[in-house]
């Protein structure tokens, strides 16, 4: 059933009025709102379940959308909600891989047919509304819910955040969340993040700002503090930036049931929405406004930007949604099994006899494959996320279905000896490893809560300390939240080594949500590859990878470290934090350390070659010119990077400017034009917020991954002149 409906109505007539041009947006909110009762303005600016909901959430959120603003009696249908970020989560829904999956991608034009697809999907469900759009950056790969981003690169998230927004608003209203400096899970109700104004804007927001440029309809506010202030009464993020110098008309909302501190005080900072029960605002509202304590035009400040979104929002949409077929069509299975090829991540391929191992040889007739996720669907965290579709497919089944004719063995490997004896009867061993909902993820359970939202009986007294011990006791034993390692479990490692003792044709599979570290054991086994949480299809997609019927298109959207301690420190029980510029391939780059895999690096079946030559660059972006040829013997993909650094210090940091994927025969060669962001060779005034030049000599590079050498670097500013390097068989070298 379709969320705009009430034929007749005063809203219908308003989004008629406004679609046919007879009445702007504006003046269609100023209509409703003058038709409209005390209550029902009031009523807009929280959720319409009852706060006795609460323990349901869970299950509710996949069945039915979250209505927050409904008014029948005018057919105003309320914003409808519906997670999620790989997929709807009401009912079943096609499983895309995780975020983090697709931005390995790095193909904005693939995404904003998933946002096409989940907005679609999102729209037959009865929503109209989707908080789909995480673009929170991977501080740390240990934050349990790092599969919900893009990754580490403000550039990178900012670009395919956009283009998954452009998507889902096709069909219904996008929300981005979570605004802002979210990124760590287990004490995400009370860390309060400390940053200083050139982090804040040049590192932590632009990415939002893309985001809201590219037309996000709503902004979903995080739980986390930042300097003192929790986001939901955070008037300096949510009205000053967002509001005044972004220029953003949409409404804000929080996030859910623990999100929001002060029903007044959240509503005059500039957060619209409280989510998704009638808690806070419903008891506090009516009672302040009578008062005095609250003023009407801050009510009806609010009830604009939510009409207005919504009435637009309506006007521009087919009036009539899509039916229930389109829910796992098979278009949108092929759209995922493409996903999850071109987002698995081949780090390493090395010969074995006289050609690498992968693909593999199709003359292949014995495979024994093992470890404990190889026969699992494993599709990612069991949080507010969590999609279930109608089927799903393994890595072990996938296999089985790709090689008819080859004999396939199998164990789960809790018995590391049988496993190597397996392996060593097979003529090539596939070890799938890696990580599932039990080991990150979005935690639940989680102690710090504000349980005083609950009601006044929970404000103070032991009724609300005994519900915060709870809290924390039972946080201490849910599944999921922030990882307390970046290594596999000891008992993955175990069976890595005996397996490739027993069969040098090893291959590793590595299935997770962020950076899994390989540095004990990668050199045991001559091919690796990172498979991600793949969705529905994975299984299907990593077999097509392996036997080379399709080409492994992902590139790592964050740094793969040799040791945790070259990371920021992570500390999940952490209530305060710092967050600078130093994070990910930067920090690497800065103290000097190699990393195990650079930012952005990812292997093909073939080889390819760079060279820049020519570009235009100001303070407002431009554009770089790039040769791409295929110097391989079949056709390939490859990701054009453009970085730029101050070459004049020491250790000059990348920053990524630009990117574009191409996909070439063999022998085959193209020039590309990447458009280049120059928001990361600019600095932010706090005083006036105008942007400028940062000061430095600036350099520009071409390459396949973050550089390790700015030898023969093209001048970013100052000095014309072409030049730039290549990579050949995935090891940086430079034309001259």
């Not at 002060?262 to 929405?273: F, H, Q």
Request: aromatic share 6%.
């Amino acid at each position: 059933m379709d969320a705009m409906k009430g034929e007749g109505s005063a809203y219908d007539e308003a989004v008629r009025a406004v679609r046919g041009g007879g009445l702007d947006p504006d003046g269609a909110a100023e209509q409703l709102i003058d038709r409209m009762t005390e209550r029902e303005i009031l009523g807009l600016l929280d959720g319409d379940s009852p706060g006795l909901l609460l323990p349901l959430i869970p299950t509710l959120l996949g069945r039915r959308p979250f209505v927050a603003g409904a008014v029948p009696r005018l057919g105003i249908p309320g914003i409808r909600f519906s997670d999620g970020g790989r997929g709807v989560v009401i009912g079943a829904s096609t499983a895309f891989p995780v975020t983090i999956a697709r931005a390995a991608t790095w193909d904005p034009s693939l995404e904003e047919r998933v946002g096409l697809a989940i907005g679609l999907e999102t729209r037959a469900r009865g929503a109209n509304y989707s908080a789909s759009v995480c673009v929170n950056l991977l501080r740390h790969p240990g934050w349990g819910r790092a599969q919900e981003c893009y990754g580490e690169d403000p550039v990178l998230t900012g670009m395919m955040g956009a283009a998954l927004t452009r998507g889902v608003r096709v069909h219904v209203m996008a929300c981005v969340k979570h605004f802002a400096l979210n990124s760590m899970e287990n004490e995400r109700f009370e860390v309060d993040v400390s940053v200083d104004e050139h982090a804040l804007h040049e590192v932590y927001l632009p990415h939002f700002k893309a985001v809201v440029d590219a037309g996000a309809d709503s902004v979903m506010s995080a739980y986390n503090r930042v300097r003192g202030e929790y986001m939901d009464v955070n008037r300096a993020l949510l009205t000053d930036v967002l509001r005044h110098e972004w220029g953003f008309p949409g409404f804000v909302t929080s996030d859910w049931v623990f999100g929001t501190h002060d029903a007044v005080v959240s509503l005059e900072a500039g957060m619209d929405v409280e989510m998704p029960l009638r808690l806070l605002r419903a008891r506090d509202l009516p009672a302040a406004l009578q008062k005095g304590d609250l003023a009407r035009a801050t009510v009806l400040q609010s009830a604009r930007r939510i009409l207005r979104t919504c009435v637009l929002h309506a006007a521009t949409r087919e009036p009539v949604g899509p039916t229930l077929a389109v829910i796992a069509s098979s278009a949108h299975r092929a759209l995922a099994h493409r996903v999850a090829t071109e987002s698995t991540v081949l780090l390493k391929n090395e010969n074995v006899g006289a050609a690498p191992l992968l693909p593999l040889d199709p003359a292949t007739g014995h495979v024994a494959v093992i470890g404990r996720l190889a026969a699992r669907a494993n599709l990612g965290d069991h949080g507010s996320s969590r999609v279930r579709p109608p089927s799903t497919v393994s890595p072990l089944q996938g296999l089985r279905e790709a090689l008819p004719f080859a004999r396939i063995t199998t164990t789960c490997g809790r018995n590391a000896r049988a496993a190597a004896a397996l392996a060593a009867a097979a003529e090539m061993a596939i070890v799938v490893v890696g990580m599932d909902q039990h080991d990150e993820g979005e935690s639940v359970v989680t102690g710090g809560v504000d349980v005083g939202v609950l009601g006044r009986a929970f404000g103070s007294g032991p009724l609300r300390r005994l519900l915060i011990v709870l809290a924390h006791v039972a946080a201490r034993f849910v599944r999921g939240g922030d990882r307390s390692s970046l290594d596999l479990r000891p008992s993955d490692v175990t069976l890595i080594g005996a397996v490739a003792a027993a069969n040098p044709r090893t291959v590793v599979v590595l299935i997770g949500g962020s950076a899994i570290l390989t540095e004990t054991w990668r050199d045991r086994v001559p091919a690796l590859l990172l498979a991600w949480y793949g969705g529905m299809e994975g299984g299907h997609a990593l077999a097509s990878v392996l036997t080379g019927s399709s080409e492994p298109g992902g590139r790592l959207p964050f740094v793969l470290p040799t040791e945790a301690a070259h990371l920021p420190p992570f500390n999940p029980a952490a209530r305060s934090v710092v967050y600078d510029d130093k994070w990910g391939q930067r920090r690497l780059d800065r103290e000097g350390h190699a990393p195990a895999f650079p930012f952005g690096f990812g292997l093909g079946y073939t080889t390819i070659k760079h060279r820049l030559l020519d570009h235009k660059f100001d303070d407002s972006g431009g554009n770089a010119e790039v040769l791409v040829t295929n110097t391989g013997d079949r056709e390939g993909s490859t990701v054009v990077q453009v970085y730029a650094a101050d070459v004049s210090i020491r250790r000059p940091v990348a920053q990524l400017l630009g990117f574009r994927k191409v996909t070439l025969q063999a022998g085959a060669e193209t020039t590309v034009r990447v458009a280049l962001d120059a928001g990361p060779t600019l600095q932010r005034d706090p005083a006036t917020r105008r942007w400028s030049a940062r000061a430095g000599d600036w350099a520009l590079l071409v390459g396949q991954h973050s550089p390790v050498s700015w030898a023969g670097a093209a001048r970013l500013r100052g000095t014309e002149g072409p030049g730039g390097g290549s990579v050949r068989d995935g090891l940086p070298t430079r034309d001259r």
